[in-house]
């Protein structure tokens, strides 16, 4: 097979519609590991996100690398969001086929049949956005768009670089020269807005030091705008920002779109930050859990379930149950977690299922092909994690 017709179908085969079941079936009787979604607590965390970003005057551009599903990207563009953002353009042609219109693309394009696949988006949807943050990048995109035949501009966001050092470009560092490169070179392309992502702010723990942190990294947005302003360049949108930093957004008046995402699900990483308002961030309930059984016990004390890595994340700290105390989690291999019993407030044995919060919402999910859907403790639908795997 041709490997560019190959590349096509693996984002054109992929299922974005729900499952709906004839009869609903009690979580209990579920396949484990299974990655189940508490639609009411979704629901519930979309409604105060749009609340807090309408009040703070701010568009919410959702991250879909978070839940990956072209289902939940209507939800949120339902409950009031602009669009959404994909990290990859494979993301964006699942997205873009499910209907999402509004997609920016966050990460800088290189590779030419990458590039050749934003084009074509970009022909057939005047939502798209793209970030860039280099001259040659730009200059190879629009040549993209010009042997595509694209026939209105791509809006593009120059991507600055937040002191992360991951990408994006220093105001020092040829921002002026990369913009005049989109003006004067770039046929092609039109010059929207920055991009300014600090990514290495959302998890600090103490709500003090992550506003300072991120006070400094906006810094760098702040002199680019006013490098770019000075240069009488017109920057109509500055978009960044996350969920742990949307309690500063409104005071700080920098950004005036969001991208936060894990606030949909939430995770323990997120759930253990402080809020300006108290010791762990409990605006956002827990929406997501991994339900797991207990398979086997070959010693008093602890017993074993079948998940694993390739269940959950391990980037990060181990994973936590939910609903359950006395229980401790340790990593078992693959397939395994092996779990300390410490006076646990329920009885257990071998056959039960528990439920257990991602220690990071956004690759456990990717480890998975499904949501199954609760609605008053039965799951009622299977949503496919559309662009799992999506890395391109």
Known sequence: MDFDRWLAGETENRPIAPIVLDVPIPIAEIPTPALLLDEAALLRNLRCMAELTQSAG????????????????????????????????????????????????????????????????????????????????????????????QTHPLKVLIDIDPGLGRTGIAPEAGLLELAETIHESCDHLELWGLQVYAGHCMHVESAEKRLARYERALGFGEKAKSLLKGAGYEIHLISGGGTGSIEFEEDL??????????????????????????????????????????????????????????????????????????????????????????????????????????????PTVNLHDFYYVVREDAVHELWPVSTRGCSQ
């Open 58 to 149: 701010l568009a919410l551009r959702p991250h879909s690398k978070m839940h990956k599903s072209p289902i939940i990207a209507q939800l949120q563009l339902a409950h009031g969001a602009s669009g959404i953002c994909c990290a990859k353009v494979s993301e964006a042609e699942v997205m873009q086929r499910a209907g999402v219109e509004e997609i920016l693309i966050t990460s800088p394009v290189r590779d030419v049949r990458t590039l050749d696949r934003a084009a074509k988006l970009a022909k057939e949807n005047r939502g798209l956005m793209v970030v860039v943050d280099a001259m040659d990048a730009a200059l190879s995109l629009n040549q993209a768009l010009m042997s595509g035949g």
């Open 253 to 362: 008046g920098f950004l005036n779109e969001v991208q936060a995402g894990s606030y949909a699900f939430m995770d323990i990483e997120y759930r253990d930050i402080e809020s300006r308002h108290g010791p762990v961030f409990d605006r956002f309930e827990i929406a997501l859990s991994v339900l797991v059984t207990a398979i086997s016990q070959p010693k008093t004390g602890a017993i074993t379930v079948d998940a694993g890595f390739k269940s959950l994340a391990s980037d990060k700290m181990p994973p936590e149950f939910l609903e359950i105390e006395g229980l401790t989690y340790f990593w078992g291999g693959d397939e395994h977690g092996i779990v300390r019993l410490d006076n646990p407030s329920v009885d257990l044995g071998l056959g039960d299922k528990l439920k257990l919060i991602a220690p990071h919402c956004d």
